[in-house]
């Protein structure tokens, strides 16, 4: 089995910063790509930003760029998710997403999600 745990979302102010973190457990034998993606009320679920693991490279939603960064840390199984200059339109419940190599082969998980409000 693997988990994915999703933590560091609240209430903050906008122009305020907060740092999502997704660290994922269990069976896994490596990580092809991670990723981040956000539902608002009432909107589709997008994806605001996404790394490669073979290259480290990573791509954001343009109404992200220069204010949100995705990076990771191998040893954990863990990516993160900082952003700043919090705008409210940025409120959303956040799922971080893992394509990972593990027990049902490769196969794509996410993590039940965590709040973001961001008040004007």
């Known amino acids: 089995q693997v988990q994915l745990v999703e933590s560091g979302g609240g209430l903050v102010q906008a122009g305020g910063s907060l740092r999502l973190s997704c660290a994922a457990s269990?069976?896994?034998?490596?990580?092809?790509?991670m990723g981040w993606y956000r539902q608002a009320p009432g909107k589709q679920r997008e994806q605001v930003a996404g790394?490669?693991?073979?290259?480290?490279?990573?791509n954001y939603a343009d109404s992200v760029k220069g204010r949100f960064t995705i990076s990771r840390d191998n040893a954990k199984n863990t990516v993160y998710l900082q952003m700043n200059s919090l705008k409210p339109e940025d409120t959303a419940v956040y799922h971080c997403?893992?394509?990972?190599?593990?027990?049902?082969?490769?196969?794509?998980?996410w993590g039940k999600g965590i709040l973001v409000t961001v008040s004007s």
């Open positions: 997403k893992l394509t990972l190599w593990g027990p049902m082969g490769l196969a794509d998980y």
């Open positions: 269990g069976s896994i034998f490596s990580i092809n790509a």
């Open positions: 790394l490669t693991t073979s290259d480290g490279s990573t």
